[in-house]
């Protein structure tokens, strides 16, 4: 059974930085694809960055570009945010499949996979 525990999540003002970390754990296979979402209220839920972890492909989001930074250690991913603004003020979620996913021209989709977990929430105040 496949399970995904996110943490990280905490308070910071504007300009500050967060890292996330989601474990995973359950796959049958080592190579698997793993992406963080985020979903404001009210709005629908976006993916911000992804990495497949047989080759440490990433994609990012245009919104966290230059920004973001998502890496692998083992069964582990992280999600390192800097330079935070107010309007990234939602509940972050790491979502997993196994094997890769072809996302090249089209934005992360939340039925690329298949495996979410609980969130962790983020808050940036101005």
């Known amino acids: 059974q496949v399970h995904l525990v996110e943490s990280g999540g905490g308070s910071v003002q504007a300009g500050g930085s967060l890292r996330l970390s989601c474990v995973y754990s359950?796959?049958?296979?080592?190579?698997?694809?793993v992406a963080w979402f985020r979903q404001a209220p009210g709005q629908e839920r976006e993916g911000v960055a992804a990495?497949?972890?047989?080759?440490?492909t990433t994609y990012y989001a245009a919104s966290g570009k230059g920004r973001f930074t998502v890496s692998q250690d083992k069964n582990k991913v992280y999600l390192q945010m800097n330079s935070l603004k107010p309007e990234e003020t939602a509940m972050y979620y790491c979502?997993?499949?196994?094997?890769?996913?072809?996302?090249?021209?089209?934005?992360?989709?939340?039925?690329?996979?298949?495996?979410w977990g609980q969130g962790t929430q983020v808050t940036v105040s101005s």
């Open positions: 979502a997993a499949r196994p094997g890769g996913v072809a996302v090249a021209g089209r934005s992360l989709r939340e039925t690329d996979f298949g495996y």
């Open positions: 990495i497949y972890t047989g080759y440490g």
């Open positions: 359950g796959f049958a296979y080592p190579t698997n694809s």
